[in-house]
């Protein structure tokens, strides 16, 4: 039979342990017991374990005791400290020395199950990230992207085949959720990684601006232009060019980026000389492009110029479990930025961060830690501190549906149409999703005519 891990459960009481060994085992916990922290140091010296539920207080060894030691020789796995109401602090210095997290005495036995399945879960995705790196070996650097969930690794593991060739790649996905980061692993882990990897955003300037930024001018080609100009293209030759939102272009720009992209060659505004350009181009846009095709705002040439290659980013919402670990990271960065000592966040913080939907994505979540990280009281960032909206009930575990998700998804999916009047590209847009997903969800349930 098939279990959720292995689990050393260390405490000197014993009734406590088989209380707890009882009730993990019918969570399905492969369960194994220490008196004392002693004794589990020498357990984790001699078999893996997935997790370690521990007390603080023991008679030989304390939990505060043993953690230092365990971590030296097993950083990997993550230690759970149970304490007394009454001795937080402990909790609190034990999670400056390595504890994943803390339950407090009396034990909830619903916060204790969310807790392990987090924490077991945080374990099992760090060792297939390990994995997927030695896999990918020295090939492919992932640099700032950050991510250990189904739909990241996924990502990864395209990013790192397509980053070697000289494909075309458009790259879509909502605002905020990192189109121009996984642009720069694929310049940094492809060929042309010694050349000049330059960003524009298409939609930010007029026509005029932008042929001027793409292709430079002449001297006199309009007023102001007192001297020749070379434009993004020239200037990365023999590198990456990233077009952002690159939708947002006129009719007319998209043309004369066709040509180009068809001729590999570029023209100055106000000039008649073609000029060869050997430039990859990686496009991006928050919008569904076959959309945008059968609306008339994009070419559908061009598309398919654009799309050799096409990578859609996961929101937020759809990867989740990687909101602790990206909080994390920024939390360390805006600490050190702002000369600050914060070593991660609370519990019900992290609950708090797990139940927003994060309609801006990754960008949105960077922005609530950053005010946090300048906000914060205290050495670890409260639910307070993040100033968002708290979740309804009143209890320190997440909210529970006895419905399975496919049918909770079905109702919130109805619903929002029906709220929109039947307009679909309304409650597309309420819903965070495109139009044509919508269409596909609909056609699923039934729903459409």
């Not at 309804?392 to 619903?415: C, F, G, I, M």
């Amino acid at each position: 039979m098939k279990t959720n891990g292995t689990l050393l459960v260390v405490d000197d009481d014993r009734a406590h342990r088989i209380m707890l060994k009882t009730l993990l085992s019918g969570w399905g916990y492969a369960v194994e017991e220490a008196d004392d922290g002693d004794t589990a140091l020498e357990l984790v010296r001699e078999r893996p374990y997935d997790l370690i539920l521990m007390d603080v207080r023991m008679v030989r060894v304390s939990g505060l005791e043993a953690l230092p030691a365990i971590r030296r020789v097993n950083p990997a796995i993550p230690v759970i400290i149970m304490t007394a109401y009454s001795s937080v602090e402990s909790a609190v210095e034990a999670m400056k020395k390595g504890a994943y997290d803390y339950l407090t005495k009396p034990l909830d036995f619903d916060e204790v199950r969310i807790v392990l399945e987090r924490a077991t879960e945080h374990h099992r995705l760090r060792e297939e990230n390990v994995l997927l790196r030695e896999q990918l070996g020295t090939r492919f650097d992932s640099g700032a992207i950050i991510g250990r969930s189904k739909p990241m690794v996924k990502l990864m593991e395209t990013v790192a085949r397509v980053a070697p060739s000289d494909a075309t790649v458009l790259i879509t996905g909502e605002s905020g959720s990192g189109k121009e980061l996984v642009a720069g692993a694929i310049h940094y882990n492809s060929r042309r990684r010694e050349g000049p990897f330059i960003k524009i955003n298409c939609g930010a300037l007029t026509d005029t601006l932008l042929a001027s930024e793409l292709f430079g001018h002449e001297k006199g080609a309009f007023t102001g232009a007192d001297r020749r100009k070379e434009g993004t293209f020239r200037q990365a030759d023999g590198g990456s060019l990233f077009l952002d939102e690159v939708s947002d272009m006129s009719p007319a720009m998209q043309v004369k980026l066709l040509r180009v992209l068809q001729e590999r060659e570029i023209v100055r505004v106000g000039g008649a000389t073609p000029i060869p350009v050997d430039v990859r181009i990686i496009a991006a846009t928050n919008r569904d492009p076959r959309q945008e095709v059968e609306d008339g705002r994009l070419r559908e040439d061009l598309y398919f110029r654009l799309n050799v290659v096409q990578i859609t980013l996961p929101t937020l919402r759809e990867r989740a479990e990687d909101i602790p670990l990206l909080a994390q990271r920024f939390l360390e960065d805006f600490a050190t930025r702002n000369h600050r000592t914060i070593h991660g966040f609370t519990p019900r913080a992290v609950n708090c961060l797990m139940q927003h939907s994060w309609p801006g994505n990754v960008r949105e979540l960077m922005n609530v830690v950053e005010r946090a990280v300048v906000m914060a009281r205290t050495d670890y960032i409260t639910e307070d501190d993040l100033a968002l909206p708290q979740p309804s009930h009143n209890d320190r575990s997440y909210s529970v549906s006895t419905e399975p998700l496919e049918d909770l998804e079905r109702k919130a999916v109805l619903s929002t149409l029906e709220s929109a009047g039947g307009n679909k590209s309304e409650a597309a847009r309420r819903l965070g999703i495109t139009r044509r997903t919508l269409h596909k969800k609909l056609k699923k349930y039934g729903a459409m005519p």
